[in-house]
C-alpha cells in the first residue's frame, strides 16, 4: 500500500473502491463492505470500529431459531448443507450479510459440525449382514490365523478416483454414539434424529467441487502384517511416457512405484482389470505371496466362472467374502480406503497430476493405519463375535444432548415459513448455483 501526501503534508492511505477492496485477500464480500459503509455514513458503524464484535448479535434470537431449523429441514431431506448455503439463506430470509467465518462459528455453537460425505450409499447399510459375517470368520479364521503368522495373508479390492472429484464438507449435528434398539437400526428417535443414525459414517450425501471428469480405478492390496503392493491403475487418462517396467511407473522424486494401464472409456472394474492385477502382483516389488490367503469381496468381477478357473490354477487360497459384509470384515472398505481418500484430497491441491496424487496418497497411509484396518476388521481377533455385535448395536446419534434446542428450531422455522417462508422460497431459489472454481476445495459458490 503506497501513502499519499497531502497538501498540508499529511499522509493519507490511498483510496479504494469497493470492488477493489472485495478483491483483497481476507476481505468480505462486496454487500458486506456497502452495508459497514453505509452504516459508517449513518455514525453508527458495524463490524469496522468492533472488530471482535460478538457473532450473535447479528441476528436475533428468534432469526438463529429459524436459521438453523431450515438446516435441519435440508437435512432431513438428505440436502447437503455448506457454509454458502446458510449464508444465503441468511441473506434471503433476513436480509443480513453474514460472512464464511461467522457461519463457521454459529454452525459450531448451534450444534453442527462439517464432515466429509460418508463413503456408502444409505441402502449398503441396510443390510443386515452380521451373521453373514460372524459365519464367515468362524469358517475361515483358522486358515487366516497360519497365513497371517506366515505372512501370507492378504486383502484386495478397488477404489476409485475422479479428475474432479475432490468432495467438499458437508455439516450434520454434533452427536455421540448410542445403543441401537436391535434391527430397528435407524429408528433411535422420531424425526430429525432417525435419518442421521448411521454407524460410522457422518450421513451427508455426497458433494462434488467440480465435475467428476475422467474415471480412474485404484486396485489396492494390503498384508495383515502392514506390507503394502503396489497400487495398480486403471484410467482413460494418459499414463507417464517413461516407465520402469512393463505398465510400471514411478513417481518423480520419491520412488514410490504403481502399475498403470489405459483403458479408453473405462466405467468400473470387470474380470479383465481383476486378471491384469494379478499380472501385475507377479512382477511386484515386493510380490505379493504365491501361496497367499487372498480376502476378496463378492463383486461379480471377483466371483465369476472364469475367475475362478483362473483362481484354481494359482497356488493361492482365495476366500469371497459374503455381499454386504464389508462394513463389519473388509479391511479395505471405509478403513485403509477412507484414510487413503483424505490423504488424496491434501495431496491434490498441489499435486497436478492425478495418478501421481492417487499413488502418492496410497504410500502416505502408514503401517500402523494398515494394521489398524485389519484389527477393525475382527477378522484374525478371538473375541471377534462380541466385537462385530457391539459394533453393529451401537450407531452414532445425531444430536444427542440438543434434543430441546432442535426441536425449538425446527418449531420456529415451521412457523416462519408458512409466515414468511414463500417470499423467502422465491429468492432463494433465484440465486442459482454454479461450478466452483478450479482451485476450489471448500465447494461451489452462489453467483
Known sequence: MVEVEQEDGSIRPPKFKIAELAKMVGAPPESVLRDWLAQHKKGTPRGSSN??????????????????????DQLKSRRAVQWVDVQKFVSCAFKIEVSRTWVIRAMAKN??????????????????????????????????????????????????????????????????????????????????????????????????????????????????NGKRYPPVLFTDEDVPEVSVGPNQYEVPGTGERFFAHHYPAIKCANTRTTKAWFGDMSRANPPMPQDAVLLMDK??????????????????????????????????????HREMKREFVQVRKNEPNKLYAVVRAFYRVSRPQVLSSWDHACLLRADYEARLTKIAREGYRAGAGREEDFAEMEEAYSEWKVKDGRRASRAFARGGLMHAADDELDGPQWQ
Open 111 to 224: 450444534g453442527f459440525s462439517s464432515h466429509r460425505p460418508r463413503a456408502f450409499a444409505l441402502r449398503y447399510l441396510k443390510h443386515d449382514s452380521l451373521q453373514y459375517s460372524l459365519d464367515f470368520i468362524a469358517e475361515n479364521q483358522e486358515t487366516m490365523l497360519t497365513a497371517h503368522a506366515e505372512g501370507r495373508l492378504v486383502a484386495m479390492d478397488q477404489t476409485n478416483f475422479y479428475e474432479g472429484g475432490l468432495v467438499t464438507s458437508t455439516y450434520a449435528p454434533c452427536g455421540g454414539y448410542g445403543l441401537a434398539r436391535g434391527v430397528v437400526f435407524f429408528e433411535i428417535s422420531k424425526s430429525l434424529l432417525t435419518t442421521f443414525f448411521f454407524s460410522a459414517s457422518s450421513g451427508q450425501p455426497p458433494v462434488l467441487a467440480r465435475p467428476l471428469g475422467i474415471k480412474t480405478i485404484c486396485y489396492t492390496c494390503i498384508n495383515s
Open 51 to 72: 472488530v471482535n464484535h460478538d457473532w450473535r448479535s447479528l441476528l436475533t434470537e428468534g432469526q438463529r431459531k429459524v436459521t438453523f431449523g431450515w438446516v435441519l
Open 299 to 336: 463383486a461379480s468381477w471377483h466371483d465369476n466362472n472364469e475367475m475362478k478357473e483362473m483362481l484354481d490354477r494359482l497356488p493361492i487360497t482365495y476366500l469371497i467374502m459374503p455381499g454386504t459384509s464389508g462394513k463389519y470384515i473388509d479391511p479395505l472398505d471405509q478403513c485403509f
